[in-house]
């Protein structure tokens, strides 16, 4: 593949951020990467004293491992729909995003079953799950859904990154080393941006893309089916699979948001990153917003009407403000409107005011995930026969709490080194922008 | 200086007040063992002595059985002890030996077999030992029908030394056939020269063939033990096999077929185009060369 000079510059512009480690990496690597050593030895601690050294006990058996998964899944969305709805309606302004996009749903795909196995006590009989796994479990179903979407995310990843890694391999700036080079031959595939190769990619890219909005929406369902399937107060309810896909998609235009704004704030890319961006997805965010808040009105007003005993009994609880109610007036009332009006008041409309925005929709969803599943394990429908505190109450441990943080360090982590393999600004696709605009027939 | 003999005595103080309180430990924890119950019975037929014991403690509320505890069993043949095997107590308490009554370890041990079983004890329980006798006796069942009532002969007889059989007298013989949870009594008998009979009830729901299993037992003889008998024989009802229709449910082993054909149908279709799009990246590594 011919590197044509605007490729060259392109890649001049990004190369330095791939092959160079600032200070600040430095300081942000050690920070993150002792937080997952300190993840490392809480997981210690629990294999070798076991599931007692967190809040789990007979009647909450899920705690914030759970809430975790859950919201990594769920973060997971910005690169499975907005990419891929983006790229099938073929619009321009994606572009810069859409690495971004699809690395967060990689990483986060991949880190959030992490979660599953620390709240599995006996991970020995992991395997049983697949020798004697009943098709009727919605836990089957999770299992399956979240493995194939993994798979659909790393092709979608892998092969819109195809034509960087080629232009990385041809490329003749010095500053890519012999092993890097090595790198780029390999997993460039032997594309050349030959019109036929050219061909097969989009058509590649197209197919996954289609398949890839469906298998999301399915793998957000299939995850509130596990709830929803069961007869307890606050899970069994007809409308968890939609309410959950709202949800993450939400939580996961969030995380983009936030990643574009490290990335645009750290990287200086503003020339690529642009106000536009923010705004646009700012405004996906408040229409997101106004659907989970009509989303969770109907969900508890539905319960609160129906004035079912135990329905009444976790709903009071969670306005109760010595219980739940702090959570719930965040996770419902401030996590929804204060985005909206961030988003809708233009003078607030900002870079940084829809990055605030983000910042508290994603901390609203995790702890409307953790009101999902505490509340309810905490009401049973038989009374409970233990009366210590600490199985009639959830809290979380420190050991919970280091894996919870290593997990989001890890998140940090991978992305960084993700950034330092690929440009985290697709080179092929601005380059292609750029002809095209050259172009006075395009 | 010191004087030597009171630094002999000091010394030997030491060396002794240590061994004096591990003795006195001992002394109170061999106090504060527990005493195990232990029964021991055998039960005979012609080919074996099956020798159970059972080893359990009793709590003040209830029996808890001790586990994985060595009982051994020997026979006493005169003077001499003679071991047989050792067995750990199963998760009831049970130790079960089966000694073949041909085997060479009973030879010589005269008319009446003597088994002992021993468990040693161990740091909880204190040491005990059961003694069970038997006489070996020889009882077959034959199947008569006799003026077209159908007849169950059992036939027992111990050996003399010379090797001539010798009946059985004046001992009762019970008849059974094990249904799914006891066995059921169908008669009681009399053994007069050796011979017992009891008339067999014709109505019993046998298997598809109509075998029963028929039991006859003499129960805790004073120089028998137990006697057991078995043998299969077609006189029960014919029973057909149920077929039960295998059924497919959320709670069933098997899903429901429309969730099977659902899945086989959604991951086909996601895994095909996955497929395809290996075989795509194939062709564009080939497209390299053109």
Redesign the interface.
């Known amino acids: 593949m011919e590197n044509n000079s605007k490729v060259s510059a392109l890649l001049a512009r990004f190369a330095p951020q791939m092959t160079r480690t600032t200070r600040l990496e430095k300081v942000l690597v050690t920070i993150c990467g002792g937080t997952v050593l300190w993840g490392v030895y809480a997981l210690y601690i629990q294999a070798t004293k076991g599931h007692s050294v967190t809040g789990m006990r007979d009647n909450v058996v899920w705690g914030v491992y759970i809430v975790n998964f859950i919201f990594f899944i769920g973060i997971s969305y910005a690169g499975a729909l907005i990419s891929g709805i983006l790229y099938l309606l073929r619009v321009e302004w994606r572009k810069p995003i859409i690495r971004i996009a699809e690395i967060i749903t990689v990483i986060s795909t991949i880190l959030g079953p992490l979660y599953i196995l620390l709240c599995i006590g006996r991970l020995d009989r992991l395997h049983h799950l697949l020798l004697f796994g009943r098709i009727q479990s919605p836990i089957t179903w999770d299992v399956i859904a979240i493995t194939t979407y993994l798979i659909g995310s790393m092709i979608f990843l892998f092969l819109a990154t195809v034509p960087d890694f080629a232009i990385l391999r041809d490329s003749r700036n010095p500053m890519f080393g012999k092993w890097r080079r090595r790198f780029y031959r390999f997993f460039a595939i032997g594309y050349k941006d030959k019109e036929n190769q050219r061909r097969f990619l989009r058509q590649g890219i197209t197919i996954i893309s289609i398949i890839i909005i469906p298998l999301a929406v399915l793998v957000h369902s299939v995850l509130s089916w596990i709830f929803g399937m069961t007869l307890r107060p606050g899970w069994h309810s007809t409308i968890f699979a939609p309410y959950f896909v709202v949800a993450a998609v939400f939580s996961g235009t969030g995380v983009l948001i936030i990643a574009m704004w490290a990335f645009r704030k750290f990287y200086h890319l503003e020339e690529y990153l642009q106000e536009k961006h923010f705004r646009y997805l700012g405004i996906l965010l408040m229409v997101l917003g106004g659907l989970y808040g009509y989303f969770t009105f109907s969900e508890y007003l539905t319960g609160w009407y129906g004035s079912e005993k135990w329905e009444l009994h976790l709903i009071y609880k969670l306005f109760d403000r010595k219980e739940f109610g702090s959570m719930f007036v965040y996770a419902a009332f401030i996590g929804v409107l204060v985005p909206i009006l961030i988003v809708a008041i233009p003078k607030t409309r900002t870079i940084n005011g829809i990055t605030i925005a983000s910042v508290i929709v994603i901390t609203a969803m995790w702890v409307k995930r953790y009101i999902i599943i505490i509340p309810t394990l905490e009401t049973p429908l038989l009374p409970m026969q233990e009366s210590r505190m600490e199985y009639v109450s959830y809290s979380i441990t420190w050991v919970e709490w280091a894996l919870t943080f290593s997990g989001i360090a890890a998140f940090f982590l991978f992305f960084y080194f993700s950034s330092k393999f690929v440009p985290i600004i697709p080179v092929s696709e601005l380059a292609e922008s750029n002809a095209e605009d050259n172009n006075p027939e395009s | 200086m010191s004087n030597p003999i009171a630094t002999i005595i000091a010394f030997m103080v030491l060396i002794l007040v240590p061994g004096l309180t591990d003795l006195a430990v001992f002394a109170s924890q061999d106090e504060s063992k527990i005493y195990p119950d232990f029964s021991f019975s055998c039960t005979q037929n012609n080919q074996q002595f099956i020798l159970k014991t059972r080893l359990s403690y009793w709590t003040g509320e209830r029996d808890v059985p001790i586990s994985g505890s060595v009982i051994t069993c020997y026979l006493m043949a005169g003077e001499e002890s003679r071991q047989l095997e050792a067995v750990r107590t199963d998760m009831d308490g049970d130790a079960v030996f089966r000694i073949d009554k041909k085997s060479e370890r009973l030879e010589s041990a005269g008319d009446i077999y003597t088994f002992r079983a021993v468990f040693e004890g161990s740091r909880e329980f204190e040491m005990t030992e059961d003694i069970a006798a038997v006489k070996p006796l020889n009882m077959n069942l034959e199947f008569v029908e006799i003026d077209s009532i159908k007849t169950i002969m059992a036939e027992a007889f111990e050996t003399d030394p010379e090797g001539n059989p010798v009946p059985l007298e004046d001992t009762d013989v019970y008849f059974y056939v094990p249904r799914s949870f006891s066995l059921l009594p169908v008669g009681e008998e009399w053994f007069m020269g050796g011979t017992a009979q009891v008339d067999f009830p014709t109505s019993l729901p046998g298997d598809s063939a109509g075998n029963l299993t028929i039991v006859a037992r003499i129960q805790d003889h004073e120089l028998y033990g137990n006697v057991e008998a078995v043998a299969v024989k077609d006189w029960g009802l014919a029973v057909p096999r149920v077929i039960v229709e295998k059924r497919r449910g ?1 709670g069933d ?1 098997d ?2 077929l429309w ?2 054909y659902t ?1 086989i149908v ?2 086909s279709i ?2 095909f ?2 497929l ?2 290996f075989y ?2 194939i ?6 060369r ?1």
Do not use: D, Q, S
């Not at chain 2, 062709?283 to 390299?288: A, D, G, N, Q």
């Open positions: 959320l082993t899903a429901p969730m099977v899945l959604l991951l996601v895994w185009h996955y395809y799009v795509v990246m062709k564009i590594k080939k497209l390299r053109n």
